[in-house]
């Protein structure tokens, strides 16, 4: 009897105890799921302003790739999220040659500008050509079309480099011989449409995923 006693009176003496650790355990969970939530809403808040600003810069550049393409009459794309200037081969380059005429350099300082004004893109540079096999006074420069569209998107990103200050880091160059037209290769407008020079505009989006940066922690069962 004396033994049940000492243990009711022990028993007593921990529950409060016992609840009080159970209590204090819930609260800091709450508090720690507060916290978590408080941060989540922070980094829902900062991709609203970060999409918000992205959409307004795209639509900047699209007016501004618009008005250049209406001034300088060369066409002014849209591939997915990407924007693209599309400049025949003629304004820039003589015929069977890559290097950049007077007139060519003009235009592409005028791109160049631009490409200052948003160093949230990068620029990708597209040569393509239709699909005549090159002349054979030319055959010792360029093999193939694929040597002659991979040199004029080179020229091209050399020139932007080297007299544009672009940084070299934003900028790259691509050939895609005749095998990306925009047109038929059966009629001499065609295949004019398709020896061209496309620059891309493309968007960097740094922006980070919600709550990429904050890992739920993991809490014990209440």
Request: glycine share 4%.
């Amino acid at each position: 009897m004396k033994k049940l006693t000492v243990l009711l009176l022990i028993s007593v003496l921990i529950l409060p105890l016992l609840v009080g650790c159970s209590s204090k355990a819930k609260d800091e969970r709450i508090a720690s799921l507060e916290s978590q939530v408080s941060d989540l809403r922070s980094d829902l808040e900062q991709a609203r302003q970060a999409r918000e600003q992205a959409e307004a810069r795209a639509a900047e550049l699209q007016a501004d790739l618009d008005s250049l393409s209406k001034r300088l009459q060369i066409e002014m794309a849209e591939q997915e999220q990407n924007k693209l200037l599309r400049i025949p081969s003629e304004l820039l380059f003589a015929s069977g040659s890559a290097t950049i005429s007077q007139s060519g350099s003009q235009m592409l300082g005028e791109v160049a500008n631009i490409v200052d004004n948003y160093p949230e893109y990068d620029i990708r540079v597209e040569g393509h050509t239709d699909n005549k096999q090159i002349l054979p006074e030319f055959q010792d420069r360029f093999r193939s079309n694929w040597e002659l569209s991979t040199a004029r998107a080179t020229h091209v990103v050399r020139y932007m480099i080297n007299q544009q200050n672009v940084d070299p880091e934003r900028i790259s160059a691509v050939g895609y011989g005749e095998y990306r037209p925009i047109a038929t290769n059966e009629t001499a407008e065609g295949r004019s449409q398709n020896r061209r020079v496309e620059i891309y505009f493309v968007p960097k989006f740094e922006v980070k995923p919600i709550g990429e940066a904050r890992q739920p922690q993991q809490e014990p069962p209440l």
